[in-house]
């Protein structure tokens, strides 16, 4: 979270690397005090929980301003579906950010990768800063990367599970080789699995249920931005051995293979 | 999946200690899958003339009761009445009568019900794939129906005449609903009319069966207890407090994705707890009669609600809870 660390995604520059979900609170004061008191900078909404009309309940006005808002498509369950959910959120509430969560299975919550290729052609198309949940997958993640997408977010674990980085070592495949920011979603039950994914490479962490039912929400939202900021800190820091990738130099024997003057 | 013998033996165990455990991982799920939050509704009975013989129902054909159907003009009296409270999940219900409330009648309810809320489910009579595709298309995202109960002999003892004899039919309806295109399915025993726990047993069975034959549907259950008439001539199987709890709780556990409805026919000290339990989504200030939230009337209702708090009262107990009220939680995006 240093000033030379931004991370950009649609031309936007995010300070704080932790992303966060607002369903799930059992106060929506709190929710609010708890983006506030953390910095959380970008905000996931569900359109099918924005009241139509203007309500004493209506989530959107608890999310304080200058936040960044990402609609996410929950309940669309194939591509159209998404792309409907998204057009509708630019249109009544100038949302142009989408979380495309495309899920036809109600049971694992597991999104659909092929739908969700589709529906970012298409909105990438249409200029929204699109945002693709999925399980991750090479082959997928480039295909996003060539439809447009502004970043991918696979999933950890299990949406609701807290079981962290059960995906771990297909996560780390797509920081390796895919050339858009890769923000870990769903399944982050701990501030110290969100920071081993910050630790990996991943350039951000989207998390919902870990921080709204914590016997402290504000606290548990302000532990996982720092989680967030230490992880991203030590990815910096690491050296090379412990990352387990091969030096592009060989300091060691390169001598071996030198002219001699 | 769990066994008959199983879910007998969790009925049957009355150990404070494994009722504890089973509650306190029936709330963790719940809150992990859930969050902190309830969804509201409410339930608007638009007809109550019907040609089934269910001998336990309030509209039974065979009752002495005034008969009535909504207007139009009616139908938009109870909708704003219900609106104005905040909710924006309506329920719409019928007795069966194709005269009286045929598919047309729904969906002109439907459409009406399209103006005030976000959320629009049917508690209707079963209907063809056709029907239920017309009133998707009209704005109707749940359907709601329960077997009753899944013992075939005691289906037919309960239900001796009308449409409604016909178990295949019925139990084939979610079926039919999901084929539609209809993205939300609660399914439910009324329990007392069979033995609690081989009803749970079938409709386990029941709803794995429909969540592997269409996955992308969200499923949710409702666990009412029948309530006897007055000079009711059969006995039932009452479902205890206590056992109440048991499948609430057993339900999380066995489907921590699945949603759990508790009406107003529950009193608010059973309503209060269970939210804890597993239950997701309850309605408030109900009303079971036609006509109920303009005319303020009691009368001629299907059953009689225990749960009588208006739905700012529910409101202050959620918010004393920790839990938080969800009235939208739907947004119809046509038919897409």
């Not at chain 1, 929710?31 to 970008?42: L, N, Q, Y």
């Not at chain 1, 297909?170 to 920011?181: G, V």
């Not at chain 2, 708090?309 to 009235?327: A, T």
């Amino acid at each position: 979270m240093t000033p030379k660390d931004p991370l950009v995604i649609g031309g936007k520059t995010i300070t704080n690397r932790f992303f966060l979900g607002t369903g799930k609170f059992g106060d929506k004061k709190v929710m609010r005090t708890a983006i506030e008191k953390s910095g959380v900078e970008v905000v996931t909404v569900a359109l099918r929980r924005v009241d139509q009309q203007q309500t004493p309940e209506n989530l959107l006005d608890f999310v304080p301003e200058n936040t960044i808002l990402m609609i996410n498509t929950s309940g669309a369950r194939n591509a159209r579906q998404a792309v409907t959910i998204a057009r509708i959120a630019r249109e009544s509430l100038g949302i142009n950010w989408v979380k495309i969560e495309v899920i036809d299975d109600s049971k694992y919550l597991l999104p659909d990768n092929q739908e969700t290729i589709k529906c970012t052609e298409i909105l990438a198309g249409e200029g929204f800063t699109v945002m693709p949940y999925i399980h991750p997958d090479l082959y997928v993640a480039r295909e996003l990367q060539k439809a447009g997408a502004a970043s991918v977010m696979p999933l950890g674990s299990l949406i609701g599970s807290g079981e962290g980085l059960q995906a771990r070592k297909f996560i780390e495949i797509l920081i390796r080789e895919i050339d858009l920011p890769v923000v870990v979603d769903a399944g982050i039950g701990v501030p110290s699995q969100a920071a081993e994914a910050m630790e990996m490479g991943a350039d951000a962490v989207l998390a919902n249920t870990a921080v709204s039912i914590a016997r402290d929400p504000v606290q548990m939202a302000r532990a996982f931005s720092l989680a967030v900021q230490a992880g991203r800190l030590a990815h910096r820091a690491r050296s090379r051995e412990i990352r387990g990738q091969a030096s592009p130099s060989s300091p060691l024997t390169g001598f071996l293979f030198e002219e001699s003057p | 999946m769990i066994s008959l013998p199983e879910i007998t033996a969790v009925l049957k165990n009355d150990d404070p200690a494994f009722l504890e455990q089973l509650a306190r991982r029936a709330r963790r799920l719940t809150r992990m899958h859930f969050g902190n939050t309830i969804s509201l509704y409410a339930p608007l009975y638009l007809s109550n003339y019907c040609e089934n013989f269910c001998t336990y129902c309030g509209f039974n054909c065979g009752l002495d009761i005034h008969r009535s159907r909504l207007t139009p003009a009616g139908m938009e009296k109870e909708m704003a009445c219900i609106a104005r409270k905040g909710i924006r999940n309506l329920l719409l219900l019928t007795g069966e009568s194709p005269r009286h409330s045929p598919p047309s009648y729904l969906k002109e309810a439907v459409i009406l019900a399209g103006k005030y809320f976000s959320g629009i489910g049917v508690e209707i009579y079963p209907l063809q794939t056709e029907e239920y595709k017309i009133l998707h298309a009209a704005g109707v995202d749940s359907v709601t129906v329960y077997q009753e109960t899944y013992d075939r002999k005691r289906y037919a003892h309960y239900h001796p005449a009308g449409r409604k004899r016909d178990y295949d039919y019925r139990y084939q309806t979610p079926q039919r609903a999901a084929e539609a295109g209809i993205p939300r399915l609660t399914l439910g025993v009324l329990f007392g009319l069979g033995k609690p726990a081989a009803d749970l047993h079938a409709l386990y069975r029941h709803l794995e069966d429909l969540m592997k034959r269409y996955p992308g549907v969200e499923y949710a259950l409702s666990v009412p207890r029948i309530i006897p008439l007055p000079d009711a001539p059969d006995r039932y199987h009452i479902l205890s407090d206590r056992n109440l709890a048991k499948v609430i709780a057993l339900t999380r556990i066995l489907f921590p994705s699945v949603g759990i409805n508790l009406s107003t026919r529950e009193p608010a000290a059973i309503r209060d707890r269970m939210i804890h339990l597993g239950v997701t989504r309850i309605s408030a200030e109900s009303k079971t009669m036609v006509g109920g939230y303009y005319r303020k009337t009691e009368e001629d209702a299907q059953f009689y609600i225990k749960d009588q708090r208006s739905v700012g009262e529910i409101l202050r107990m959620l918010k004393s809870q920790g839990l938080d009220p969800v009235f939208t939680d739907w947004r119809r995006i046509g038919s897409a």
